[in-house]
């Protein structure tokens, strides 16, 4: 009788720690680990037996599936088998895209933000194989071999024509770098003090010349993909847990910018794209929305471009999910605020502080005055506090944080070119004086309550003022 895979597995995979805090900690984090595997592996048996039909209904697992399209059984060589396996070939083909949807209408375009005579952005909430471009980007793994989604349903949909033409002109990158390395490779090693280092740096750059790095762009013609794209462009995308979250979103923003780039270059005027950084990559639609109709407004306005180049016009982020395409659609009113003119808010404070401000006409004998040579002497008496109380409330009180701060309402936003109320506003808090929601103008009025971390790390308000002459310095 053959023992089953997850009793080998937990066998090869047990370990044995000492008797300290931290390898005890350890051995449970190991264990976990293990029994997780192998409720996984119990799982995947599961689906093996005769009834493998029933249980895929009742325990739906989408590795199993996409095993069983590329890696056919052996017992369906009979023909029946294979008339079976052809009629449902193009059931099996939508299971490597985890972007479809329950069929229905699409809404097609949600929301479009158009940038006088430079282009427009737009979210279209339809299938991307049917919208029209002059290029599609697709996100892809560095070794192009992905397991699951969109970048693997291209690929099916490709086929080997496909393939092999992305693996020649990954061949020829890697070509180019390698023979642009060895060329300056002599200068390299010149300009070092230290000779070993320097050649085991070299050799470092050269193994990582070898692989596709975040960023590359690998493009392609269409074949069986679409009809109404006429190039591919395969984007490789970093993945969210390469790093803490400012590192992961600026390899996002730093790769999406570089496609954009150069595809600018290649006088591409339009790009469809689907949700790039979800999925296998970890990005949630969230926060990957702002970052990627951030660039992709910046690369049609050339913001930061030395000599702007203006052939890209139309970026679309098509998806088939109605929940994604209401983020982006959110956030691209978001950015719309930041670049659009008439679009701008500021807090009604501070526009009626700018609409109100009077020009401040100075005599000719003060400005004289002012242009002496002559110096002028004050005295000074460092760090003796003569009016406490003044010295509180006009360099301590402003820049302590209080519990009355954080209840304090939000400003109410206008728009910076009329200041006529924005259509977006900031949530009102609970719990202020006379249920205020918004402040049009600035508060005077603050608490004095004052925060202190307790012996047990909790905060502790206390009405008491403490000797603040005693805790801080003047501001001299």
Same mark, same amino acid.
């Given at each position: 009788?053959?023992?089953?895979?997850?009793?080998?597995? !937990?066998?090869?995979?047990?370990?044995?720690?000492?008797?300290?805090?931290? !390898?005890?900690?350890?051995?449970?984090?190991?264990?976990?680990?293990?029994?997780?595997?192998?409720?996984?592996?119990?799982?995947?048996?599961?689906? *093996?037996?005769?009834?493998?039909? /029933?249980?895929? *209904?009742?325990?739906?697992?989408?590795? &199993?599936?996409?095993?069983?399209?590329?890696?056919?059984?052996?017992?369906?060589?009979?023909?029946?088998?294979?008339?079976?396996?052809?009629?449902?070939?193009?059931?099996? =083909?939508?299971?490597?895209?985890?972007?479809?949807?329950?069929?229905?209408?699409?809404?097609? +375009?949600?929301?479009?933000?158009?940038?006088?005579?430079?282009?427009?952005? @737009? /979210?279209?909430?339809?299938?991307?194989?049917?919208? *029209?471009?002059?290029?599609?980007?697709? %996100?892809?793994?560095?070794?192009?071999?992905?397991?699951?989604?969109?970048?693997?349903?291209?690929?099916?949909?490709?086929? @080997?024509?496909?393939?092999?033409?992305?693996?020649?002109?990954?061949?020829?990158?890697?070509?180019?770098?390698?023979?642009?390395?060895?060329?300056?490779?002599? +200068?390299?090693?010149?300009?070092?003090?230290?000779?070993?280092?320097? +050649?085991?740096?070299?050799?470092?750059?050269?193994?990582?010349?070898?692989?596709?790095?975040?960023?590359?762009?690998?493009?392609?013609? %269409?074949?069986? =993909?679409?009809?109404?794209?006429?190039?591919?462009?395969?984007?490789?995308?970093?993945?969210?847990?390469?790093?803490?979250?400012?590192?992961?979103?600026?390899?996002?923003?730093?790769?999406?910018?570089?496609?954009?780039?150069?595809?600018?270059?290649?006088?591409?005027?339009? =790009?469809?794209?689907?949700?790039?950084?979800?999925?296998?990559?970890?990005?949630?639609?969230?926060?990957?929305?702002?970052?990627?109709?951030?660039?992709?407004?910046?690369?049609?306005?050339?913001?930061?471009?030395?000599?702007?180049?203006?052939?890209?016009? &139309?970026?679309?982020?098509?998806?088939?999910?109605?929940?994604?395409?209401?983020?982006?659609? *959110?956030?691209?009113?978001?950015?719309?605020?930041?670049?659009?003119?008439?679009?701008?808010?500021?807090?009604?404070?501070?526009?009626?502080?700018?609409?109100?401000?009077?020009?401040? +006409?100075?005599?000719?004998?003060?400005?004289?005055?002012?242009?002496?040579?002559?110096?002028?002497?004050?005295?000074?008496?460092?760090?003796?506090?003569?009016?406490?109380?003044?010295?509180?409330?006009?360099?301590?009180?402003?820049?302590?944080?209080?519990?009355? @701060?954080?209840?304090?309402?939000?400003?109410?936003? /206008?728009?910076?070119?009329?200041?006529?109320?924005?259509?977006?506003?900031?949530?009102?808090?609970?719990?202020?004086?006379?249920?205020?929601?918004? !402040?049009?103008?600035?508060?005077?009025?603050?608490?004095?309550?004052?925060?202190?971390?307790?012996?047990?790390?909790?905060?502790?308000?206390?009405? &008491?003022?403490?000797?603040? &002459?005693?805790?801080?310095?003047? @501001?001299?």
């Amino acid at each position: 009788m053959k023992a089953p895979a997850w009793l080998s597995f !937990t066998h090869v995979g047990r370990r044995y720690f000492g008797s300290s805090y931290l !390898t005890k900690k350890l051995k449970t984090i190991n264990d976990r680990a293990l029994k997780y595997h192998e409720d996984y592996i119990k799982s995947l048996d599961i689906l *093996e037996g005769k009834n493998r039909s /029933v249980m895929k *209904e009742i325990f739906p697992n989408k590795k &199993s599936e996409i095993n069983d399209l590329f890696f056919q059984r052996c017992a369906s060589s009979n023909s029946d088998d294979k008339s079976k396996v052809t009629e449902n070939l193009d059931d099996d =083909v939508d299971l490597l895209d985890l972007h479809k949807s329950e069929k229905g209408e699409y809404q097609q +375009e949600m929301k479009r933000m158009i940038l006088d005579e430079f282009g427009c952005v @737009r /979210v279209v909430h339809n299938d991307i194989l049917e919208e *029209e471009a002059d290029c599609m980007l697709i %996100p892809m793994v560095s070794n192009f071999v992905p397991l699951s989604g969109f970048g693997a349903y291209v690929l099916h949909r490709g086929g @080997r024509e496909l393939v092999k033409e992305i693996f020649i002109t990954i061949k020829t990158l890697i070509k180019k770098r390698i023979d642009v390395l060895n060329e300056h490779r002599e +200068e390299y090693l010149s300009g070092s003090k230290d000779k070993l280092s320097s +050649e085991k740096e070299f050799k470092k750059m050269a193994e990582n010349a070898k692989s596709l790095q975040v960023g590359d762009v690998i493009l392609s013609k %269409p074949h069986n =993909v679409s009809d109404k794209v006429k190039l591919l462009a395969f984007l490789i995308m970093p993945y969210f847990w390469q790093g803490n979250n400012y590192v992961s979103s600026n390899k996002l923003r730093y790769s999406f910018s570089s496609a954009l780039k150069q595809l600018n270059e290649l006088c591409i005027s339009s =790009v469809i794209l689907p949700d790039m950084a979800s999925g296998i990559y970890g990005y949630a639609p969230s926060s990957s929305s702002h970052i990627l109709l951030d660039e992709a407004v910046e690369s049609i306005l050339q913001i930061g471009a030395t000599v702007p180049l203006y052939n890209l016009n &139309s970026i679309s982020i098509v998806d088939k999910d109605i929940n994604t395409c209401k983020t982006f659609s *959110e956030a691209l009113e978001d950015v719309s605020r930041n670049y659009l003119p008439h679009k701008k808010v500021l807090p009604a404070p501070k526009y009626w502080n700018v609409v109100n401000r009077r020009l401040l +006409e100075i005599p000719s004998n003060v400005i004289h005055f002012c242009r002496r040579h002559n110096k002028i002497s004050f005295r000074k008496y460092h760090g003796i506090i003569r009016r406490k109380f003044q010295h509180y409330y006009s360099n301590i009180r402003p820049f302590k944080w209080r519990a009355s @701060r954080v209840i304090e309402p939000n400003p109410f936003l /206008v728009y910076q070119n009329s200041g006529e109320p924005s259509s977006y506003q900031y949530g009102p808090k609970s719990y202020y004086y006379k249920g205020v929601s918004h !402040t049009l103008y600035n508060i005077g009025k603050k608490g004095l309550v004052n925060i202190r971390v307790g012996r047990h790390g909790r905060l502790q308000a206390l009405k &008491s003022v403490s000797n603040i &002459s005693l805790e801080t310095k003047p @501001r001299l």
